[in-house]
């Protein structure tokens, strides 16, 4: 069964800092693997997917990359703002054949506080 | 642009109520997908739809019914709500393909007293 896991928790930072998020699956046979952005009490919004044949992807100040072999990919998150303040989720489909249906495993999320 | 978007985002419900969350999807997504989000227990999937007129179980589905009448729309029915069901619920689309990113709507609370 595929398990994601999210490190750290929590993490604080000053405004301005580069702040690496990380995330680890214990199957490496994904389809693909998205980060999400969830702000208190809303929904989760998409910030980057990376396909399986993809090493990395890049949105403005956010570059996420995946390493499938070892099992993790990363969100580096350039010159943090108090606006960057949220959890951030990563997920990834599992690849079963055809069967996986698009069926996101979730880690437990880091909850990002930038302070200024 | 709607997006995905939920109703109701608020309800509270006795102990053997029944109720329904409604999802409608205005991007033409073959897939759709409702989770519950728990503290402590991150999201954990109730059941999917991979096209209209086709549902099936995700990972905790039990005192859960779903309907997929039509592509844009997505129902989550409880027949008998329990405290247990007390949660966050989101429900989420996308298109097939490798490429496909999961859009989700804002979430309905549910409270079961």
């Known amino acids: 069964k595929q398990e994601v896991t999210q490190i750290p928790a929590a993490l604080s930072v000053p405004e301005g800092e580069n702040l690496v998020l990380n995330c680890s699956f214990t199957?490496?046979?994904?389809?693909?693997l998205q980060w999400f952005r969830q702000d208190p009490g809303k929904g989760l919004t998409s910030l980057l997917l990376?396909?399986?044949?993809?090493r990395e992807q890049t949105s403005g100040r956010l570059n996420a990359s995946l390493d499938k072999s070892s099992g993790r990919s990363t969100l580096y998150i350039a010159a943090s703002q108090p606006g960057d303040s949220a959890t951030y989720l990563c997920a990834v489909i599992p690849n079963a054949g055809g069967t996986s249906y698009g069926k996101l495993t979730f880690g437990q999320g880091t909850i990002l506080t930038v302070h200024p | 642009n709607a997006g995905v978007t939920q109703t109701p985002k608020f309800r509270v419900l006795k102990t053997g109520q029944s109720m329904t969350l409604l999802c409608a999807q205005d991007?033409?997504?073959?897939?759709m997908y409702w989770y519950r989000q728990d503290p402590g227990m991150g999201l954990r999937l109730i059941h999917y739809?991979?096209?209209?007129?086709?549902?099936a179980k995700g990972e905790v589905p039990d005192g859960y019914n779903v309907s997929r009448l039509k592509k844009q729309n997505f129902l989550l029915g409880l027949e008998s709500a329990a405290p247990s069901q007390t949660s966050v619920y989101f429900c989420?689309?996308?298109?097939?393909?490798?490429?496909?990113?999961?859009?989700f709507g804002e979430g309905s609370r549910l409270t079961v007293l």
């Open positions: 990376i396909q399986s044949s993809q």
């Open positions: 991007m033409n997504h073959e897939y």
């Open positions: 989420a689309s996308r298109r097939t393909g490798t490429a496909g990113e999961l859009f």
């Open positions: 739809s991979v096209g209209e007129g086709t549902t």
């Open positions: 199957d490496s046979a994904i389809y693909n």
